[in-house]
Structure formats: C-alpha cells, structure tokens
C-alpha cells in the first residue's frame, strides 16, 4: 500500500512536468546552461501514436530511448534507456551542455503518422526528495526534509552566481580584446598602407630610371 | 498524515484514470501540501530550423500563473532577421496570446486544468535556424494566502511557524530563480552578440587590410603597363 501510494505520488508528480513532440525517427535536443559540479536529473516517457485511436497510447512498446549528453564536443553520457528512465550526469565543465532524446526505433521510413509524445522533467542540482517528503511519517520529519530541500536550493544558487562571475570574466575579457584588436588593427593598417606607399614609389622610381625618364 | 497520503493516492488515481483528458479537480486539502510541489520551473534552449515550429505543453492546474518568456540567442546561418512567433494555447485549444520579437514574454493565470501549449514559429527566416532561450513554469500563490491568515492562530506552534517560514522561503526562491533566468537570457544573447563583433572585427580588418595591399599593387601594375605602352609606340615614329 505505502510502496504503491508512492509510485503513484510519484507519477503525478512526473505529469506536472512538460512534454513535446517528436518523429519517430527524429532526435529533439535542448541545450541547458548550466555551472560546473552540478548534478542533472532527467526523468521522461514515451507515448506512441496510435494511427488507428487517432490518440497517444499509454506507453511505447517495444521502443527505447537514446540520450546523448554532450558539452563543447565531449560526449558525457550516451546510453539507451526504456520507453521510461531516469537519466543523470554531473558537468565537469561549465557551459552549454546539449541533451539529446533519439528513438531507437528501427523503421527504415518515418512514416508521416508516427510520432512520439516525450514528456521530459530535468531538474538542475536537485535532488528527488519530493519522494522523501511524500514518505515522511510526521511534521518534524516533513519539515526538516523540506528545509534539506532548500539548502539544495541555496547550494545551487552558490553555484550560479560562481558560475556567473565566470560568464562576466569572459565577458570583460572578450570586450576588452576586441577593444584592443580594433586599435592594433588601426595602427596595423595605417603601417600597412604607409608600406604600400613607400613600395610604390620605390618600385616606380626603379621603373622610371630604368626607362631613363628622368 | 495517513489521511493525507490517502487524499493524496485518491487525488492521484483520480489523475491516473482519467489520463486521456488530462483533468483533475483541484486539491481542496492543498493547504496541507508543500508548495513548491506544484510550482515548476524549466529553463533551456532549443535550435529552431527554418519554417519549423517547436512546441511544448506544460501541465498547469487552475488558479495558477504561467509564465512564459523566450530570447533569441543567435543566428545559425546568414540571414540575421531574428524575430520570431511565440504564442500560448488553452488545454481546449483557444489562442491565449501571441508575441513577435526578438524576445518577449507571455504572463497569464490559468483558468483551467490541463497541458497548456507554448509554440514557437521561426517563419521570418528561411535560411537560418535560431537558438531561443525559453524560460516557463507554472506557481500558484492561493496557499500563501490562506497561510496567512492561518499564521495568526497559531503564532505559538513553533513547527508550524518553521514549515510557514519555510514555504514563504521556497517561494521566494522560485521567483528569484525565474528572474534570474530572464536575466540569464539577455547576458547569454549579449555574450553571442560580442563574440560576432569580436570576430566581425577581425575578418574584416585582415580583408580591409588585404584590400589595401591588393590596391597598391594593382596600382603600381597599371602604372608600369602605362609607360611600356608609350614606349612601344616611339619605335615606329623614330
């Protein structure tokens, strides 16, 4: 009873998340800006179309799903799961990491009704204490699990602001090279054209006194 | 709080068996609940292809806010016309509004339980995809209310006034979180931008400056063939 209870709380709380649609065949990507030492934690599931009910089914059978985490070319996480997982990685580095949902289904042509219905819950440096509190027995219990969930929360926030005072560095490191190249550039140019001009009437100086036109 | 975990499972079978029209009553007991479980937050960007439109549904039930807000980040391509068509539809399928620009926001209360559908259309450009930072969720701000007025009666319960204390926290924190992220959007864009300029200002120099020795050159060429023209033509007068 109290396992189902759970299963169940946690189904609803899967559903409060989002979903979008995709071909069968089609991998959808999205592209989260996150800090270093993060953990991130994607929860999905796949609902098939069904040509003949004109709706989505309730599940997928028979199919999976590839997810590709990649940050800056490096392939993080690549790993085929069931028609419903839980994915996690921790980003090393900070910066755009890009999560990629592909089917593993195995048709040769997408046909144009077959598609897939993902809904896709990722949360960013959170663990899922929402079971936890759903499970806690009493308020003390309850309490002190909804204040870990904060400390969580300010941890991430740490975190983001350490990750946006890098952004600012290479902000301010960015504007200030392209303040400078476009000075050294001016000067470059200028030598450039003064050696233009002193190559041109060397050259053309030769060229008339080998005429003997001067 | 078996009571609770039984409204709870209640709540959710009722969810559970009517999963094709995605309904659900609202939680009566709601005051009980946590409420950072029903807020949701989602920020992340997506690569939007010439003429395509990318949409996403977003669980919401009534007496919520939702709210979305997108920038368009950058340009893959050579067009730079970057607006685009964003636009916000009801479970039932009605139109809620539409924003075209380059960024832009869509705020409203939700009036009905249900996958609310956020879109996005990149039809100006059609040879470009567009990145596009999108920043929505869904909160509520009915228990605050109630809590409120709770908070009066029982000033002396210490747990009670801890866990009070601790929810007015969590949503606050939501909210710093979505604006941060609005924040997030606009310095990413500015970031691309001043990439673009920086090597904007770079390939064009080394042209320029390739332009003005190829000129000189060119130059000093059609001098010379000039003078060995007017040679050639005293030979037959002399």
Redesign the interface.
């Given at each position: 009873m109290?396992t189902?209870?759970i299963l169940?709380?946690f189904?609803?709380?899967f559903?409060?998340?989002?979903?979008?649609?995709a071909g069968e065949r089609e991998e959808k990507?999205?592209?989260?800006?996150i800090p270093s030492d993060t953990l991130i934690t994607g929860t999905f599931k796949i609902q098939q179309w069904d040509i003949g009910r004109h709706?989505f089914l309730?599940s997928a059978p028979g199919l999976g799903m590839f997810v590709t985490v990649t940050n800056n070319d490096e392939v993080l996480l690549s790993k085929l799961y069931g028609a419903q997982g839980t994915f996690y990685f921790t980003s090393h580095s900070s910066g755009?990491h890009i999560i990629c949902l592909e089917s593993n289904s195995t048709q040769f042509v997408s046909f144009g009704g077959s598609k897939l219905r993902i809904h896709l819950d990722?949360r960013v440096g959170e663990h899922d204490l929402?079971a936890v509190?759903?499970q806690?027995?009493?308020?003390?219990n309850?309490?002190a699990f909804?204040?870990r969930?904060?400390i969580e929360?300010?941890e991430q926030?740490l975190k983001?602001q350490d990750y946006?005072r890098d952004?600012e560095e290479?902000?301010r490191i960015?504007?200030e090279?392209?303040n400078r190249?476009?000075l050294w550039?001016a000067f470059?140019?200028i030598l450039?054209?003064i050696s233009?001009?002193i190559?041109?009437m060397k050259?053309?100086k030769d060229?008339?006194i080998a005429?003997k036109?001067v | 709080m078996f009571a609770l975990l039984l409204e709870a499972g209640l709540v959710v079978l009722s969810l559970v068996t009517s999963a094709k029209s995605q309904r659900t009553d609202p939680l009566h007991g709601s005051k009980d609940q946590p409420l950072l479980r029903g807020a949701d937050r989602h920020d992340f960007a997506i690569v939007v292809h010439p003429g395509n439109t990318e949409c996403f549904w977003q669980f919401a039930d009534q007496m919520g806010y939702l709210y979305f807000s997108y920038e368009v980040q950058r340009t893959l391509g050579m067009s730079h016309d970057r607006h685009i068509v964003a636009t916000a539809h009801t479970p039932q399928g009605f139109l809620i509004d539409t924003s075209q620009d380059v960024r832009g926001q869509i705020n409203f209360a939700t009036q009905e339980t249900g996958f609310y559908q956020l879109c996005l259309k990149n039809e100006q450009n059609r040879f470009s995809s567009i990145q596009v930072y999108l920043n929505f969720g869904v909160f509520y701000e009915g228990p605050e209310m109630d809590h409120k007025q709770s908070q009066r009666k029982q000033l002396n319960d210490t747990l009670d006034a801890i866990e009070d204390s601790t929810r007015r926290v969590q949503n606050h924190v939501f909210h710093m979180w979505r604006f941060y992220n609005s924040a997030r959007m606009r310095k990413v864009a500015d970031f691309f931008l001043l990439q673009s300029n920086y090597s904007y200002v770079n390939w064009w120099s080394t042209a320029q400056s390739l332009a003005i020795v190829l000129s000189g050159v060119l130059q000093l060429y059609f001098l010379k063939r000039l003078f060995t023209i007017s040679t050639d033509t005293k030979k037959p007068r002399c």
């Open positions: 109290q189902q209870t169940l709380c189904s609803f709380s559903s409060a998340a989002f979903y979008f649609h990507c999205i592209i989260e800006d709706d309730e755009e990722i929402d509190i759903v806690a027995k009493d308020k003390v309850e309490v909804t204040l969930h904060l929360q300010i926030i983001e946006q952004r290479n902000f960015t504007s090279d392209t190249n476009v550039w470059a140019q450039i054209f233009v001009g190559f041109q050259h053309l060229f008339f005429k036109l | -």
